[in-house]
Nanobody, 119 residues
């Protein structure tokens, strides 16, 4: 059974940092591109960052470049998102996702972890 389990969310003050993790199971993690998305209340889900299956390529939504870092450990079947200089507008539920096909749709999604940034 495929499972993506996010963790590491919480309440943090503006300017602070958090590290999210996404533990994957039930599929061959190293054969999938992985990504983070987020969704704030009343807003559309938005792309945060993506990393290719080998970890050699990453891409970020513009407003997160320089503040967020996506990484993965294929030996541990785990995806990470290091978030720094957090802003109140970063408050959202953060989801990890996996896709088998490069540039294709995302096949698997986690249930999310809440990040709340206070001003």
């Amino acid at each position: 059974q495929v499972q993506l389990a996010e963790s590491g969310g919480g309440l943090v003050q503006a300017g602070g940092s958090l590290r999210l993790s996404c533990a994957a199971s039930g599929f061959t993690f190293s054969s999938y591109d992985m990504a983070w998305f987020r969704q704030a209340p009343g807003k559309e889900r938005e792309f945060v960052a993506v990393i290719n299956r080998s970890g050699t390529f990453t891409n970020y939504e513009n407003s997160m470049k320089g503040r967020f870092t996506i990484s993965r450990d294929n030996a541990k079947n785990t995806l990470y998102l290091q978030m720094t200089t957090l802003k109140p507008e970063d408050t959202a539920a953060y989801y990890c996702a996996a896709r088998r096909t490069v540039h294709g749709v995302f096949d698997y999604w986690g249930r999310g972890t809440q990040v709340t940034v206070s001003s």
